[in-house]
DNA sequence: GTCTATAAGCCGATAGAC
DNA sequence: GTCTATCGGCTTATAGAC
């Protein structure tokens, strides 16, 4: 941990404070403080505090697509005409939520970057988006089609769309309050993914 | 219009900045300007920045909270025992959703300011939800239950989350990009409602 | 109620020493 | 690569005239 490099620091710091605090919240003058650094090392590394901004996000977004393409890939390949429904929906909203609970990579403290990202409509995220990673989106809303061929094809994308909406509210809800205070975070979390699963299943099926 | 006292022109402007840029993108003096007053009339009129954003924030939950209230209330007078779905559903989505579309009201920017409001998570409206609306939120819960009795107690919970999760999403989408940019905004609205309402239908179905 | 003027402080960015 | 010092600008809040 202490072998960690200034711009990683910066970068872990960042990401950090967005979680607690939002997009609103955060200076780089508290940032640089927080990291043990000062002012002139975040410009110096990073330009200006949007493109800090920006690697904290692309730091990890390319990765969790890229789950999640290999996750639809790998179904795909067995059985090339049918898909079954739940793993479809699996291969992407599992990552997202596994991505959460995995402490040791800061997993958890990127989703809720993420979902306070979404919420923002910050013009950066929606260019990712509607560029980078639409292809996969795109991918995903055809395999989601062919499990359920009866439903017109934008039945499918609305219905895709709000479980996206589903998604990103219960991972901006982690970490905030649990719906039963009595579950510990990892019985609260893995309850979470057989709902969410269970719940987009159901909104699709006939 | 001209005869709107600053008070309330301060509101509306603060609602419709709010919706235009985020809570992190205003200011009182952005406000006051745009208000055509200044900045010592809003610290008069509300005290301080955060009262202005509050009192956005009441103006019109309240009266939210009522219709959806008051519609649950019409259901269950003529049926106690059964509660039919899709009733109850619509009772809780359509409020808000009409809201959007009662631009005379300017509902529907107010429904904007709510999205980023519930994804901001700011502790005001997390305060108010599980104080002054909880009671209506868990008679809804209670009423999803008796129309899918079949379903266990927790199950039921977790979905009305969920579907509060893609109201939300849907909400925040409105006047952003639409799906299919080919369709008007009356007839997309129309669509959304429509569109939501049987997901959360079918979400929650056997 | 409305306004101007001003106080006191945080902001991002950069120049220049080391 | 890292740091201090500093610039110009914007922020909220308030004092006091009208």
């Known amino acids: 941990m202490s072998t960690l490099s200034t711009k990683e620091r910066i970068l872990n710091t960042t990401e950090q404070l967005i979680a607690d605090k939002g997009f609103s919240g955060i200076s780089i003058r508290k940032i640089s403080h927080a990291a043990q650094t000062n002012l002139a090392a975040i410009n110096y590394h990073f330009g200006n505090k949007q493109q800090l901004i920006n690697a904290v996000l692309e730091r990890r977004l390319n990765n969790l697509f890229d789950i999640r393409q290999k996750m639809l890939n790998d179904l795909n390949q067995g059985k090339k005409k049918a898909c079954v429904l739940e793993q479809v929906l699996h291969a992407f909203i ?37 560029t980078r990673y639409t292809n996969t989106i795109k991918k995903f809303a055809d395999a989601i089609h062919r499990s359920v061929p009866h439903l017109d094809k934008e039945t499918v994308f609305w219905r895709f769309h709000f479980i996206i909406g589903s998604l990103t509210y219960a991972m901006s809800d982690f970490g905030a309050s649990s719906i039963s205070k009595q579950m510990s975070e990892s019985d609260y979390f893995n309850r979470s993914v057989d709902e969410l699963i269970q719940f987009a299943v159901q909104a699709l099926q006939a």
């Open 94 to 130: 599992a990552p997202a939520l596994y991505m959460i609970n995995d402490k040791n990579q800061g997993g958890k403290t990127f989703m809720l970057v993420l979902a306070r990202a979404y919420a923002e409509q910050g013009e950066y995220l929606h260019q990712l988006m509607t």
